[in-house]
């Protein structure tokens, strides 16, 4: 049997550092929603964390749905569902209710649209008071970038000009403009950061 896991080197190096920062976002119950999930390795991780919630992920592409479900099934756990396909592009997602939302390493990767889609979509979901958490890097006014985010900027715009870093201030007026409260920013190793918004 071929195993369909995709490894992602980086989701070792973060996961614990953000599952840290979790344990103090997620409600205790209910259902958490991430988008593009990729691997599924974090899932799993955050799976395994928190026993009482249900994870549901969901990603646009069919290889990461194969490796989101290799990795729930060698897993065992029971409070991870079958991966959904979800773009965040879409007007229609096949999730209509959840507790929180997770999106790590998305934006920046993505058309700003998909930004659009993500905070349109996740206001529809939660309900007031529950997080919609970012990871990633990001540019802030008065910070300076750092190098090796500057260079990683470069690069997701050498490979496609509509990613690249996104400035904090804009996406938290986005999620103003839907509905979210301003976010509670934690700073991460490696540069990026923890970002927060809450379902006003």
């Known amino acids: 049997m071929t195993d369909r896991r995709l490894e992602y080197p980086a989701t070792l190096r973060n996961r614990d550092a953000i599952l840290d920062v979790l344990r ?48 729930t099934l060698d897993s065992g756990l029971a409070n991870v569902r079958p991966p959904v396909m979800l773009d965040a ?26 930004t659009e889609g993500l905070f349109h979509g996740a206001a529809k979901l939660l309900p007031g008071g529950a997080p919609l958490y970012l990871y990633g890097p990001y540019r802030r006014a ?9 260079a990683f900027d470069a690069s997701l715009k050498a490979r496609n000009e509509e990613w690249g870093l996104r400035d904090l201030e804009i996406v938290a007026d986005l999620a103003r403009s839907v509905g979210f409260s301003g976010p509670v920013v934690t700073e991460m190793p490696a540069n990026n950061l923890s970002v927060v918004f809450r379902r006003v």
Not at 144 to 149: E, G, L, Y
């Open 89 to 114: 592009l879409s007007e229609r997602w096949p999730v209509t209710a959840a507790n929180a939302v997770l999106c790590i390493n998305m934006i920046h990767i993505a058309p700003w649209r998909a």
């Open 24 to 71: 103090g976002v997620l409600p205790a119950s209910g259902l958490v929603l991430e988008i593009a999930s990729g691997s599924g390795e974090h899932i799993v991780h955050f799976a395994r964390a928190f026993p009482g919630l249900t994870f549901q992920p969901s990603d646009p592409e069919e290889a990461a749905l194969q490796s989101i479900q290799a990795w």
């Open 142 to 150: 008065g910070v300076v970038t750092a190098p090796s985010n500057e």
